[in-house]
């Protein structure tokens, strides 16, 4: 499995834009073949203490039930679609993909 987050900083970040981009998130990536967990959602505001990152408006979290599933959706045209109808509001994407480990 492979875990990828992904942290979207908005140009226009009011609630309506917030919205949008979240809706557009479950409309065209959480459909495309491969994903074993999808979810998308706007940071917590009130989560304030110095060790919280708050330069982000939107993030995802996805994981992949391999490294195929990951490829695959990185190219597919659902996820092309999504990033041109939406780039234009993105001021800084953030991408971290990762291993779990199961083992702890």
């Known amino acids: 499995m ?3 987050n992904v942290f979207f900083e908005l140009k226009n970040d ?3 834009a917030v919205s949008k981009l979240i809706s557009e998130c ?6 495309i073949e491969g994903i074993i967990y999808f979810i998308a959602g706007s ?3 009130e989560h304030d203490r110095d060790v919280n990152v708050r330069d ?5 979290h996805v994981t992949f039930r391999n ?5 695959k959706y990185q190219i597919h045209p659902l996820h092309n679609e999504f990033a041109e ?4 509001n993105w001021k800084s994407v953030r991408v971290f993909d990762w291993l779990p480990d199961y083992n702890c």
């Open 2 to 4: 492979i875990s990828h």
């Open 14 to 16: 009011s609630e309506e």
């Open 26 to 31: 479950h409309k065209y990536l959480k459909p």
């Open 43 to 45: 940071m917590h505001e």
């Open 56 to 60: 982000y408006h939107v993030a995802t």
């Open 67 to 71: 490294q195929e599933a990951h490829d």
């Open 85 to 88: 109808r939406n780039k234009d």
